[in-house]
């Protein structure tokens, strides 16, 4: 997925690249070339996530349409859950599930301190703990904080944040991630990363990094917008001005 340039495949066995644009006189075609996020379906179709709505992409076929769900609206992140709900964050239109052909919608709510916290969603993570009866997600905004939403077979009404706060850093969440160890791993706009880890039931933050000008193991930069474990273990970090690569023996970047 490209900024300005829409969606691009890369066929492992020919290494044939096919593009894939906006095309006003094609209704088919991406909705928007500004690409915000990809996810794999538990059909294995590929969810893409743009500026101007959701297409879906069959990638036996290379056929895409596009999906009601979202709107016209500038969708930033999709997930998956067990139970086979799907999870949309919007730019400023909150989150949205879609499930068997229904569409709800969750938006915050100042009467009500059990919604969400803020309209404009960054990040939709889903817990590995969640199964297909008890869902637990970690919901990232604009304004910095991480909600986290327990879904049971009770309708939608525990969405809030931690009420003993994670003390993340500052900045609007735009990554999470989960290592091989269990530690999840929060990128912020400005604020760098923090460690998570899971304790008695509860996430607790135990490690925070940011860019420390004097310091060339540091990270790159403070505003982060992807983390990502590899095979080897080794976790890498992507921020405005470069990529960075954790140490985890000695606990710098490389």
């Not at 094609?26 to 743009?50: F, K, M, R």
């Not at 703990?129 to 939403?149: F, M, Y």
């Not at 309708?155 to 706060?165: A, G, Q, V, Y």
């Not at 976790?235 to 001005?241: I, S």
Request: proline share 5%; with cysteine; glycine share 12%.
């Amino acid at each position: 997925g490209t900024g300005l340039g829409g969606l691009n495949s890369l066929h492992p066995v020919t290494s044939r690249i096919t593009h894939y644009r906006f095309s006003s006189s094609n209704p088919a075609s991406l909705p928007s070339d500004v690409i915000s996020c990809l996810h794999q379906s538990n059909s294995n179709e590929i969810w893409i996530g743009t500026k101007g709505g959701v297409s879906i992409l069959d990638p036996k076929t290379g056929s895409m349409r596009r999906s009601p769900v979202g709107g016209a609206d500038w969708v930033t992140t999709i997930a998956h859950d067990p139970s086979g709900r799907i999870w949309i964050g919007k730019e400023t239109g909150g989150l949205l599930s879609y499930h068997n052909g229904a569409i709800s919608s969750f938006q915050p709510s100042f009467e009500n301190p059990n919604t969400l916290s803020d309209a404009l969603i960054r990040k939709v993570y889903v817990d590995p703990s969640s199964n297909a009866t008890r869902v637990l997600l970690w919901v990232g905004t604009v304004g910095g904080v991480v909600n986290k939403i327990v879904l049971t077979k009770n309708p939608f009404s525990s969405t809030k944040r931690d009420e003993n706060p994670l003390l993340l850093g500052k900045g609007a969440v735009l990554a999470i991630s989960e290592d091989r160890k269990g530690t999840v791993w929060v990128g912020l706009w400005g604020g760098g990363i923090d460690a998570l880890m899971r304790v008695n039931g509860k996430y607790r933050r135990i490690a925070h990094y940011k860019h420390e000008p004097e310091n060339q193991f540091s990270l790159p930069d403070s505003a982060v917008t992807a983390i990502l474990e590899d095979r080897q273990r080794v976790l890498w970090v992507g921020t405005t001005n470069g990529l960075g690569a954790m140490d985890e023996s000695r606990k710098k970047f490389v």
